[in-house]
């Protein structure tokens, strides 16, 4: 069984996006899905057949005050608007099809991370509500959300814990699985100023998060050499973007770019990756 296995990166998984709408295009089905935050957020988009659907909500409400912009911590306590992002465009203004989505045979894991722990864990996509709290839970970033409560307890962005999840696509029975990055190869992580800060503003409330934002960057590098590893090992397909993408890219036009590069890079890669998957 191949999986694909996909990284976060807030408006890098544009990237991710157009790499999977190659897939719906060349008609290539995963049995099993498994990602963090943007990664496995349009994820739902390549698993309910919808092609272009992750560029269409960018092109469209990228720049509205309602999708992402200071306001909303008024009314969410997040930068993002979350009933506008995970209710009234799915439900109302791009609707998801839920039909197609809740019928595919697979399995669709949302890594997240457990507020109180600092661990990650794996919830089934399939079973959310049309809410979304999975999904809001694994793109939860300290400072940009607040923590996500799912029966009783509270979470956070699963890439705090596990940001490339590909030891869970084999821990799960994947024998196989394709990796889709969203920083270029040569990418080492740093721990940054924003993560020492939050880290100190967390702490009291929640410590392990604390300790989760400060040693994200070595499981991030841990997790990426695996990657590397799987890959000379033949058990892995890597596919990355050629350059550093923004993380909270306004630009449409580079959001489009970067769906494009994503694009190509499937689409030339599809034969390698039919024959991969035997």
């Not at 719906?24 to 092609?51: D, H, L, M, T």
């Not at 993002?80 to 197609?100: A, H, Q, R, T």
């Not at 800060?197 to 934002?213: V, Y």
Request: hydrophobic share 35%; net charge positive; proline share 4%.
């Amino acid at each position: 069984m191949t999986g694909l296995v996909l990284e976060g990166g807030t408006f890098r998984g544009l990237f991710s996006a157009g790499f999977m709408d190659a897939m719906i295009e060349k008609g290539i089905e995963f049995p099993y899905v498994v990602g963090v935050s943007a990664g496995i957020s349009n994820a739902a988009s390549y698993v309910s057949g919808q092609f272009g659907r992750n560029l269409e909500i960018l092109r469209n409400y990228r720049n509205d005050k309602r999708y992402i912009g200071i306001d909303n911590y008024k009314k969410c306590r997040s930068i993002f608007g979350l009933d506008f992002v995970y209710d009234e465009i799915p439900n109302s203004l791009i609707p998801f099809d839920y039909d197609k989505f809740r019928s595919y045979k697979g399995r669709f894991m949302v890594g997240v991370t457990n507020a109180e722990t600092g661990k990650a864990e794996f919830l089934d996509g399939l079973a959310d509500s049309d809410k979304w709290l999975s999904l809001r839970a694994s793109c939860a970033i300290p400072g940009y959300f607040p923590p996500i409560e799912i029966n009783g307890s509270k979470y956070y962005d699963g890439g705090l814990a596990s940001p490339i999840c590909a030891a869970k696509a084999f821990k799960d029975g994947c024998d196989k699985a394709v990796i889709i990055l969203t920083q270029p190869t040569g990418f080492v992580k740093k721990c940054g100023a924003g993560n020492v800060i939050m880290s100190g503003i967390i702490k009291s409330r929640f410590p392990n998060i604390e300790k989760a934002l400060l040693i994200r960057h070595r499981i991030y590098n841990r997790q990426a050499e695996l990657c590397e590893k799987l890959e000379k090992k033949g058990k892995a397909l890597v596919f990355r973007p050629s350059e550093k993408l923004e993380s909270f890219q306004s630009d449409v036009s580079e959001l489009e770019r970067y769906w494009e590069m994503g694009y190509r890079m499937g689409i030339e890669n599809s034969e390698k990756i039919k024959s991969f998957m035997g």
